[in-house]
């Protein structure tokens, strides 16, 4: 094994500490597995639902804070003729029901 020298010790440190401040954000694609509809807007007043159909994609934006507890940060739908696939949708939902949502009617690839 290599022993570092003090200054390696405190370089390779700093660099650790630079990483932690970037936490990583990772993007999952979803397929849906049945009909349903979910509900988009920032706000219960304004929110939308959209229908979703088998085979249609979601792609989820997470954000990393805690390893076992990501933050939804956005989410985009793909293959959907009444919906900008570039626009980024927000929920208000929180994170967990979110999650919960994901595992009952969607599929991730």
Known sequence: ?????????????????EAIKQTPVHKAEHIMRKYCKLPVGESK??????????????????HYEDL???SLVS????GIDDVDS?????????DERF???LFRNTREL
């Open 68 to 70: 076992y507890n990501p």
């Open 45 to 62: 007043d304004k929110k939308e639902y959209i229908s979703l159909k088998p085979k249609q994609k979601l792609i989820v934006e997470w």
């Open 1 to 17: 094994m290599e022993k570092l020298t003090f200054k390696q010790y405190l370089s390779s440190k700093e660099k650790l500490r």
């Open 75 to 78: 989410f985009t739908f793909e």
């Open 99 to 101: 999650k919960n949502w």
């Open 86 to 94: 570039e626009k980024k949708h927000f929920s208000f939902w929180s």
